[in-house]
């Protein structure tokens, strides 16, 4: 069997990441800002002026793992999946 090559894309810094991080936040923060402490822009596009994979990571904080059923519960509602 061949090997596939997976293709891994690193950019120059994009000033848009930012933006994109606050309207991702902004909408999950509307199905469960209720059930969190804060959602947090992580990984590499979260560094000012380093280029990196153009994916959007972020980390939902919460107080405890008691709330995390409804959040995927409500996640799931929308889309997500666990």
């Not at 804060?38 to 596009?45: F, N, R």
């Not at 002026?49 to 995927?72: F, R, T, W």
Request: proline share 6%; charged share 25%.
């Amino acid at each position: 069997m061949a090997e596939r090559t997976r293709v891994i894309e690193v950019v120059p810094y994009d000033p848009a990441w930012k933006e994109q991080f606050q309207q991702i936040k902004n909408m999950i923060e509307g199905f469960i800002g209720d059930l969190i402490l804060g959602i947090e822009h992580v990984g590499s596009t979260s560094v000012e002026g380093l280029p990196a994979k153009p994916i959007i990571d972020l980390d939902v904080v919460m107080e405890d793992y008691s709330v995390l059923p409804a959040i995927v519960e409500r996640l799931a509602k929308e889309g997500f999946k666990h």
